[in-house]
């Protein structure tokens, strides 16, 4: 796991765990960073996909439940299909219904998913 860090002018970093608490020197423009400390319990982005296992689309089936049941082919084809949208971070083409892109881990819901 690494810790997330930017620095004085803006640069994002990503450092080791075993740096926390200790201060060091921004690779791209030299200023003194601080890395924090690490809380007991804190996860991150990366731990949660380490637990769901990565992204398959094949597994995932779309099941709508206001329909019928022996509905015919044509029908069950129109209504399977599944909304598009492209990832803000690496642009590729993910499920609408995704929250955290499963190609470059970018969380991608909003601000609808905590209400």
Do not use: W
């Not at 601080?34 to 804190?42: A, C, R, T, W």
């Not at 909304?83 to 499963?102: D, F, G, N, Q, V």
């Amino acid at each position: 796991m690494a810790i997330k860090v930017t620095c004085p002018n803006g640069h994002t970093l990503r450092v080791k765990d075993s740096l926390a608490g200790k201060t060091g020197l921004c690779p791209t423009c030299k200023a003194r960073v601080s890395v924090p400390e690490l809380k007991q319990g804190e996860i991150d982005e990366s731990d949660i996909l380490q637990v769901i296992g990565p992204y398959d689309p094949g597994k995932s089936q779309v099941v709508s439940p206001q329909s019928p049941l022996g509905e015919s082919a044509e029908e069950e084809e129109k209504s399977s299909k599944v909304e598009m949208r492209r990832c803000m971070s690496c642009e590729r083409e993910i499920e609408a219904e995704t929250h955290i892109c499963p190609y470059c881990h970018h969380y991608i819901g909003g601000v609808g998913d905590f209400g």
